[in-house]
């Protein structure tokens, strides 16, 4: 069964500052992987997904993420945060021809001045 | 991707009664899901709705309490039915297209409807 943790349910940083956000997951066979956005009272945005081409996935907004099998991660970073930037992201992942996503808890990212 | 557009946006509804959601997209889709966004909480599949069968429920949620419709590949509706406080989240319907090649099982998702039952 697929599953996903992520650690850090707030993370706060300044402005200009790096952004990381932590993701792993479970998954019996080669999955999908994908980092959602979710801006207040709206739906979720795709910022990126990992489809088992290059490790290293470029999104929008300056986000990407590396996947890295031998640790089973998928971390999202973004050089330089920016106030627009404050939301809550998703990790999710998907196994192969199964279509359904599977949930992270959510991290909600919180940028300072 | 495709545009998904969900009525109503938010509702207050007395318990006892049913809210049905309706979820609509921009172009043909294969798959259709319904999720629930209890406040502070990540998303939980309620069920997967294919045109032409039944919805496909996952463990804990029953047709009985959540009928769906898939009547076409454009349009899908949940219902919430005979309603009470627990029922109070966020209802969020997606789609994803299988026939689109380099889909990879990507959702597209609606804006939610903000449901609260007193």
């Known amino acids: 069964a697929q599953s996903v943790t992520q650690l850090g349910s707030h993370v706060s940083v300044s402005e200009g500052a790096l952004v990381l956000l932590r993701c792993n997951y479970s998954?019996?066979?080669?999955?999908?992987l994908f980092w959602y956005v979710q801006y207040p009272n709206q739906g979720l945005q795709l910022l990126l997904k990992?489809?088992?081409?290059?490790?290293l996935v470029k999104g929008i907004n300056g986000f990407e993420a590396e996947f890295k099998k031998s640790e089973t991660s998928f971390h999202l970073t973004k050089p330089s945060a920016h106030m627009s930037d404050a939301a809550e992201y998703f990790c999710?992942?998907?196994?192969?021809?199964?279509?359904?996503?599977?949930f992270g808890t959510g991290t909600q990212l919180k940028v300072e001045l | 991707s495709a545009v998904i557009s969900q009525k109503p946006s938010r509702d207050i509804c007395q318990r006892g009664t049913s809210l049905t959601i309706q979820c609509q997209v921009d172009s043909q889709v294969t798959m259709m899901f319904w999720y629930r966004q209890q406040p502070g909480q990540s998303l939980t599949l309620i069920a997967t709705a294919n045109q032409g069968s039944e919805a496909t429920y996952e463990s804990g949620f029953v047709i009985d309490k959540f009928p769906i419709s898939r009547p076409n590949l454009t349009f899908s509706t949940l219902t919430v039915s005979n309603m009470s406080p627990e029922d109070s989240s966020i209802y969020l319907c997606?789609?994803?297209?299988?026939?689109?090649?380099?889909?990879?099982?990507?959702?597209?998702f609606g804006p939610g409807t903000r449901l609260t039952v007193l």
């Open positions: 990992y489809t088992s081409a290059a490790t």
């Open positions: 998954s019996s066979v080669p999955p999908y």
């Open positions: 997606s789609a994803h297209d299988q026939s689109v090649r380099g889909s990879y099982n990507e959702q597209f």
């Open positions: 999710a992942v998907s196994e192969g021809g199964g279509n359904k996503l599977t």
